[in-house]
């Protein structure tokens, strides 16, 4: 045929092997090992698609350690795609694309860690440092349905805020929750929309900090404290009387 096969056939608990030597004395990260897959271009030439490459980093005696890299042809250029080192760690060039479904991240007796590194330049106000996306395949094209950003506040290059995102009014993707840090105080916490809850808890000394005009609103409109209903810095109690909610009592500033 029009194919060239190498066959290795054994028996035995191991089944058969094949094993590269090199014979020279090695220094730390030489390479030892080297398997190249090579193809003709459009222009007749032999050209080297794809690599492995057996590399010792340390040629310690006793203490070696080696790592093991592959390599694609990349706009003509040989280019290391995945390096698995001696650690047993593997780290690739590009983007990792699982199709399978699912990511399982396990460490034994210990906590399992997902590190996501801004590398480069100092980041100015206002930075998207690292995004989670969510994307959904609806109507046949892959939208984003929300997500979570980590980013540098608007005023400061080195305190950041947490942005959560959800899919919202008229399909958008639209903030939902912001956790952001301060300079001299705890994070704060902004709802852009409404917070429903159980129970409210204040275990500070602030209270509950209305805008002018605010007021504070009993379910089905039975009863209301407004701040400035009827003048500036006036505080009115109302009440249901069956037919709207009435004052019955206003303190005026």
């Known amino acids: 045929g029009d194919q060239d096969i190498l066959k290795i056939e054994g028996s035995g608990a191991n089944g058969p092997q094949l094993r590269t030597y090199d014979s020279s004395t090695a220094s730390d990260d030489d390479g030892f090992g080297l398997i190249d897959m090579a193809f003709k271009d459009s222009g ?15 040629v310690t005696n006793g203490t070696e350690d080696t790592s093991l890299e592959f390599y694609t042809l990349n706009n003509a250029n040989l280019t290391k795609a995945l390096t698995l080192d001696n650690t047993q760690n593997a780290t690739f060039a590009g983007d990792l694309t699982v199709n399978g479904g699912d990511f399982d991240l396990t460490k034994t ?19 998207l440092l690292h995004y989670l996306n969510y994307k959904v395949d609806y109507d046949g094209s892959h939208q984003d349905w929300g997500g979570i950003e980590h980013r540098t506040t608007s005023s400061s290059s080195v305190r950041t805020e947490l942005r959560f995102n959800v ?4 399909g958008n993707v639209e903030n939902a929750l912001t956790l952001q840090g301060q300079s ?9 929309g409404s917070v429903t809850a159980a129970n409210f808890i204040l ?3 602030d209270g509950f900090n209305l805008p002018s005009g605010g007021f504070v609103d009993w379910a089905n409109g039975d009863a209301r404290i407004v701040e400035g209903d009827t003048n500036n810095y006036s505080l009115s109690f109302k009440t249901y009387d069956g037919s709207a909610c009435s004052t019955a009592l206003r303190l005026e500033g």
């Open 44 to 58: 007749g030439n032999e050209t080297i698609g794809n690599r492995i490459k057996s590399v010792v980093n340390d």
């Open 109 to 127: 007796n210990g906590s399992p860690t997902i590190n996501m590194l801004y590398d480069g330049n100092n980041p100015s106000a206002n930075t």
């Open 167 to 170: 899919k919202s009014t008229s």
């Open 184 to 192: 001299s105080a705890v994070p704060n916490a902004t709802f852009p």
């Open 203 to 205: 275990t500070g000394t």
